[in-house]
């Protein structure tokens, strides 16, 4: 499948901006390794620096659980985690869909210990779907304050969602 300058008309994007989004779409394209999931984590911080990128998929059909697919803070890969969705900014991630906190995430979700643990100020996530649109996980970014940027990071992360899920939906059939 090849992957579409979808971005072009939405906005206009400045000279850099346009050279972010055609690193999305080339590596959507292109990167054809073993290390997919890790090589995507570490795409996302080098662009963007925030503290924490994780991919997850829901460990089953009406799960409160996240099984981690790969997670990486600040640059180092941390590997898969599972973690429950119960009041934690994913929850909404799955009731939804597409969700930015830029500041005060972790006074608006008081029981999220990994917040609070890790001083998360700012959250975005966005749903990884299936092809008959059914949710099968999701991938999330956190940082200790705002996420700049966030319309450039949420059409970089729309860009790269269906690879994301073409790579996830071949590890669920595995």
């Known amino acids: 499948m090849q992957y579409k300058y979808v ?37 996302i911080f080098e ?24 997670l990486a803070h600040k640059g180092k890969l941390l590997g ?3 973690y429950c969705l119960d009041n934690t900014p994913c929850e909404n991630i799955v009731r939804f869909g597409f969700c930015y906190y830029p500041f005060d995430v972790k006074q608006l979700f008081p ?3 990994y917040l609070h643990k890790f001083g998360i100020e700012s959250y975005m996530g966005t749903p990884l779907n299936d092809a008959d649109n059914n949710m099968i996980g999701l ?15 949420e059409t970089f992360l729309t860009i790269l969602s269906p690879r994301i899920e073409e790579e996830l939906q071949k590890v669920l059939a595995a």
């Open 7 to 43: 971005y072009t008309v939405q906005k206009d994007w400045t000279e850099e901006d346009n050279l972010v989004l055609d690193k999305a779409v080339s590596f959507a394209n292109e990167y054809n390794k073993s290390d997919f999931f890790q090589a995507v984590c570490l795409l």
């Open 47 to 70: 662009t963007f620096g925030v503290d924490f990128v994780l991919i997850g998929r829901i460990s089953q059909a009406g799960s409160n659980k996240v099984q981690g697919v790969e």
């Open 80 to 82: 898969p985690l599972e």
């Open 111 to 113: 029981d999220d210990v």
């Open 139 to 153: 991938i999330c970014l956190m940082h200790s304050s705002t996420i700049a940027q966030a319309n450039l990071i």
